[in-house]
């Protein structure tokens, strides 16, 4: 085996040197050229690190204005400021409408001439105290009693105020506010927003009272649940509508009328004077919703549910309030029910 490696190696040598000699024969070099291996380049992704915590971040990469959105910080909050910042007094705002609407106290005699100027019209005056310091007002126009011409929908047929005197200032109830409670779906915006513009052209310092509902709540606005709506009227007498008018006048408890188109007639009529003590309570600003309404339609005389009409016309009343006249309700309807016996 060892003389057979010899042998082998030997001519391996031989061959070697043959080939060899054979290259250094030629006239010509043969380079071969070996493919250089691709370059390969890594990224790596910048990091910062915490002095703090030591600990390494990736670091984004933001937009021009330094936010990750693709709109600033508060954008869509400050349009809504904006959108609303300039909404004159009655008219929606952040979602919420005012009850009432108030201004600088004037004489009862330039009041009406105000009003009578802006094509509305007095229907009557209540004295709500013994010193004449609160009195309500009933008024209405064309484009109102037309719109309330329709059934169940009368008491929306005029607007009150009240003239505070204690105060020095008239409120009045807001149109947007009472027509969204009281035409229920039948609620005409633009001739509602009219109106509201004709009492700003009237009173050019119209401010919000403190009395604020959502607007979109007053279709189907209740004191609280199991509490009545709108549409929970409650019948007082019945009768045709000429008996009933002719019953109630009698009375002598009737403080205005109101012909509707089509034939309805709303009444006011005064409660009794303990029932109407009520107020006492309730307080004197929103007191504007006495005389109580009749409505007179179809035969029967109804009522707008005491503890709704209550309830609406002070937004702001509490629970505890609300239990301190807890018997009105009842004494109310039996005040109505007297007037056409």
Sequence with gaps: MKVNFIKVLSISLLSLLNLSNLYASQDKIIIINVPKVPEVKI?????????????????????????????????????????????????????????????????????????????????????????????????????????ASTKKRGFSGSLRLLIDKKNSLISILNPLFIHKAFMQTDYDEKITKKILDDLHSIFNDLKNSKDVVKFTRLSRYQFMQNMPHYQDMIKVAMGNNKTLLKKARKSKKIIYEHHLDNGSVIIGVKLSRRTSKFVKKTGYQNS??????????????????????????????????????????????????????
């Design 288 to 341: 504007e919703l006495l005389p109580y309404s009749i409505l007179i339609e179809d035969n029967v005389a109804k009522i707008l549910a005491p503890k709704y009409y209550i309830a609406i016309m002070y937004p702001n009343l509490s629970m505890s309030e609300f239990m301190t006249i807890a018997t009105i309700p009842g004494a109310i309807q039996k005040d109505c029910d007297k007037v056409f016996r």
């Design 43 to 147: 990224r790596v992704p910048s990091v910062s690190v915490s002095a703090s915590s030591q600990q390494i971040t990736r670091v984004k990469k933001t937009n021009a204005i330094g936010s990750s959105k693709r709109v600033p910080p508060d954008y869509y909050k400050q349009e809504e400021v904006i959108s609303t910042k300039n909404v004159k007094s009655g008219y929606v705002k952040n979602s919420r409408v005012s009850a009432y609407l108030q201004t600088a106290l004037i004489s009862q005699k330039e009041l009406i001439e105000k009003l009578q100027n802006a094509n509305f019209k007095i229907l009557g005056e209540y004295q709500i105290d013994k010193k004449a310091n609160y009195v309500a007002m009933i008024f209405t126009n064309n484009a109102m009693t037309k719109m």
